[in-house]
Every structure is written in C-alpha cells, then in structure tokens.
C-alpha cells in the first residue's frame, strides 16, 4: 500500500523559512516523478513543483519559482521542499504526491501558516 | 497560461446522475485528470488519462473527453460522493487545476 506521510509544517515568518519532507513508502520510490501540490485554507487545489525521478529536472509554478526548492533523497525514499522568502499567501496545506501527469496517491498533508 | 473551468456548484438526487464539466482550449488535445476531495480529506483519484478508473474507484465514475470539455459523470449518485470534483490537467510541464466543483446530494 502506498503511504505518503509529509512533515515540517508549522508556522512561518513573512520572509523566512521552512522545510517539509515526504517520506514515502510501499512502493518504488526512484521510479516515480513526485510532486507538491497546496490547498490554501478554503480554496482550490494549486500545483506547485514536480520533481523527476533522477532529481534532474525540477519545475516550479511561477508563483513560488526562485523561492522554492523541491529535491529527493532516493537512498532514504524521502521528498522536500525547501520554502524561502515566505509569504502570507503561501499559507495552505501542502500535499506531496505521487507521480506528475496523474496524482495516484497523496498524503494527509501538512499545514503551513505565514504570519507574524 | 492554461486555465480550466468548472461551474462551482452541482446537486443531484440520490440515484440520479451528475455530471461536471471543465473546459479549456483544445483541452480534448490534453489527458484530463478528476480527482474527488471529501471534506477535511486528501484527494483521490477517480479518473485519469480521460476515461480510466483506478483500482478500487467505483464503475459509476466515467469520464470523457473532446472539444474545448471534459466531463465527469457519477451514474446513480450515492450519498458518499457528495464532495469537491476537480480536473486536472498537464500543460508546458505543468500542472493545472480547475477551480473545483462541489456536488451536494439532496
């Protein structure tokens, strides 16, 4: 059975930084392009970055490109991402998932509050 | 940059049908995508490469594809599928959502 169980959300300052991770399990994680996707409180779903299998190509929504940086760890089956230069409009729940073309299977999420 | 549409609200009465639609440019060029987002849930996917079921999601969930619309349909409409419905699809390597569509059963 695939699990997705992401980590490291919280509370975050305008202009500052937090890391989530994803570990992942059930199946074979350097397989599978994975991807980050966000729901701010109330709203849609909003893509955010998607990340190859090798870790090679990467590729960011224009509205966290040059703050976000998504990567994997394939010897520990582990996503992140790297969130910089907060802003209060990245609140949301972020939900790793696999996969890029199709989203087969996402995690419970983790929440992320921008706010001084 | 690619926009998808949904009309925001559906109802349907149990047993009937419900269909949501999603529009965008050519988007019968492109694989569509719906996912199903119960309240205080993850989503899940229901459909996928237009018209394909993953394991486990019910035969009453279709999908199709052409034109400028896709469109999900529930067949005989239960209770339990009462949720958020968005579409999804790939443009330029990336990823893009409709705006959602919540389906109450009454």
């Known amino acids: 059975e695939v699990q997705l169980l992401e980590s490291g959300g919280g509370l975050g300052q305008p202009g500052g930084s937090l890391r989530l991770s994803c570990a992942a399990s059930?199946?074979?994680?350097?397989?599978?392009?994975m991807s980050w996707v966000r729901q701010a409180p109330g709203k849609g779903l909003e893509w955010v970055s998607t990340?190859?299998?090798?870790?090679?190509?990467?590729y960011y929504a224009d509205s966290v490109k040059g703050r976000f940086t998504i990567s994997r760890d394939n010897s520990k089956d582990t996503l992140h991402l790297q969130m910089s230069s907060l802003r209060t409009e990245d609140t949301a729940v972020y939900y790793c998932?696999?996969?890029?073309?199709?989203?087969?299977?996402w995690g419970q999420g983790t929440l992320v509050t921008v706010s001084s | 940059s690619y926009e998808l549409t949904q009309p925001p609200a559906v109802s349907v009465s149990p047993g009937q049908a419900a269909s949501i639609t999603c529009s965008g440019d050519?988007?019968?060029?492109?694989?569509v995508c719906w996912y199903q987002q119960k309240s205080g849930q993850a989503p899940v996917l229901v459909i996928y490469?237009?018209?394909k079921r993953p394991s486990g999601i019910p035969e009453r969930f279709s999908g199709s594809n052409s034109g400028n619309t896709a469109t999900l349909t529930i067949s005989g409409t239960q209770a339990t599928d009462e949720a958020d419905y968005y579409c999804q699809a790939w443009d330029s390597r990336t990823v893009v959502f409709g705006g959602g569509t919540k389906v109450t059963v009454l």
């Open positions: 050519r988007l019968g060029d492109k694989y």
């Open positions: 059930g199946f074979t994680f350097s397989s599978y392009s």
């Open positions: 998932a696999k996969e890029w073309q199709q989203l087969e299977s």
């Open positions: 990340i190859s299998r090798s870790g090679a190509r990467t």
């Open positions: 490469q237009n018209n």
